[in-house]
């Protein structure tokens, strides 16, 4: 059915759903419409439709989609503002996005980014939402360059990324550092003129204060620019020097999005790096095991398994160890107690990390190549650790030379089953 929208209003559109300009103008986020273009808006995703001369569209809508249309531009003023100053900057500009969840981040940077192309500006978009991420799979860092408009950065692949492994940043704030300062140095050589940097909704607390401080700092972006509420941003505005703050409206009509949805925007997101993912077997005698405690030491002695097999009661079916740490494996019905574990501790005087066959089963895992290059994400289906062969599955076709192990863990069907610390190295 054909719906003709006013000038200067704006169709917010729930999806799933495709939406179809027939007539008019209108924009998403700064990205023209074409007339009879289609454009998919994913389910969990809202996109607004700002129309610039009366339109008339055809959607089509899925289960649970919507369209609500809204008298106004949603789009705040000072959004248009902020990027226009930005824009007239010495080049290269990097921008700093900063904001709670559901505050209205990516959609800045999608609008900011559009802008930028819009004036052949050459515009390069970092995602260090690990959580939410738009540009590359949750867990990762990723990055792109923006070369035409997008309604949404999820269509874009990401050139190249890194991955972390967790979804919430508290668990890897000094990776993350350190990550974003690497990227911006190697987009710096690379050369760019404007780069955006997305980051994760969490602003509240200290904790979350401090890290974004230290974040600022260490890229040390030209800008920085918070979607602001209420106050909530102060505590991190406040101990910025030196870098220009623009603080903008988080548009009104933004509702927040459940828990759910934010688990079921993941789990699209994997499965779009999933696609094509077929089970392979990884020898762990030709693979490098990175930040894990599985796959880095050595065998023990026979006769330190034997009083490791003696202290625990059970013999394991693999075990390892370094300076810092012994690692066990045992059979998936053996049990053992936190007594028994203290008394190999003690007895070995170093961490000792017990761990039941399946309990690796469904990990997320990231894949590398010789020259560090990340080549996709996988799942770990499970371990064979008396020939010690993973079975990973993974669309990833390349050679494997290096894994890193995540904390989440996924199912088939790329849905979220739980977090693990499985194989974390930090005892
Ligand atoms: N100007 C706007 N008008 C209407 N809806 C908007 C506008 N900007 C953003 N939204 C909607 O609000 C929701 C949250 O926006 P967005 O995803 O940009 O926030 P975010 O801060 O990146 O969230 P997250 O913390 O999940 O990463 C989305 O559904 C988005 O489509
Ligand atoms: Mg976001």
């Known amino acids: 059915m054909k719906h003709v929208v006013d000038e200067g209003k704006t169709l917010m559109v729930d ?10 103008s209108a924009t998403v986020l700064g990205a023209p419409l074409h007339v009879e273009e289609k454009v998919v808006v994913r389910e969990g995703k809202r996109l607004p439709f700002f129309v610039k001369k009366q339109g008339t569209f055809e959607w089509m809508l899925g289960e649970g989609a919507s369209v609500t249309e809204i008298d106004k531009w949603t789009l705040p003023s000072s959004w248009e503002d902020a990027a226009k100053e930005i824009l007239c900057l010495n080049k290269p500009v990097t921008v700093m996005v900063l904001g709670g ?3 209205g981040k990516t959609s800045f940077c999608t609008f900011l980014a559009n802008e930028a192309v819009t004036t052949k500006c050459k515009t390069c978009v970092v995602d260090a939402d690990l ?4 540009v590359g799979p949750p867990s990762t860092v990723g990055f792109t360059f923006v070369t035409e408009p997008v ?3 999820f269509d874009i692949d990401a050139e190249d990324l890194v991955f972390v492994g967790c979804t919430s940043p508290s668990g890897a704030l000094n990776k993350l550092v350190e990550i974003l300062t690497q990227q911006k140095n190697r987009l710096t050589e690379k050369g760019f003129e404007l780069l955006v940097i997305n980051t994760d909704g969490w602003v509240e607390g200290d904790e979350a204060s401090a890290y974004k401080v230290r974040l600022a700092e260490k890229v040390d972006p030209t800008v920085v620019v918070g979607i602001q509420r209420e106050n909530e941003l102060i505590p991190i505005l406040d101990a910025l020097n030196e870098v220009k703050v623009f603080v903008v409206d988080s548009p009104q009509l933004i509702q927040p999005r459940s828990r759910e949805k934010r688990k079921l925007l993941r789990e699209l997101s994997y499965k779009k790096y999933m696609k094509g993912a077929k089970l392979q077997s990884f020898s762990l005698g030709w693979i490098k095991t990175e930040d894990s405690i599985f796959g880095v030491g050595v065998p023990l002695s026979r006769k330190r398994l034997w009083d490791l097999s003696d202290l625990l009661g ?6 390892e160890e370094t300076v810092a740490a012994i690692f066990a494996v045992l059979k998936n019905n053996h049990y053992i107690s936190d007594e028994e574990i203290n008394a190999a501790e003690n007895h070995f005087n170093k961490k000792v990390k017990v761990i039941r066959e399946g309990d690796e089963e469904g990990l997320l895992v990231g894949l590398k190549d010789e020259e560090n290059n990340f080549l996709g994400i996988g799942i770990l289906n499970g371990v064979d650790y008396t020939r010690k062969i993973l079975k990973i599955y993974t669309p990833v076709n390349e050679k494997v ?3 890193c192990f995540g904390q989440v863990k996924l199912d088939k069907n790329c849905r979220e089953i739980g977090l693990s610390t499985v194989y974390l190295s930090k005892l």
């Open 401 to 403: 030379s290096a894994l």
């Open 314 to 319: 059970k013999r394991p079916i693999y075990s």
């Open 15 to 24: 999806g799933p759903a495709s939406v179809r300009l027939i007539s008019g």
């Open 101 to 103: 969840m559901d505050s």
């Open 151 to 153: 309604k949404d950065l």
């Open 131 to 134: 959580g939410q991420s738009d």
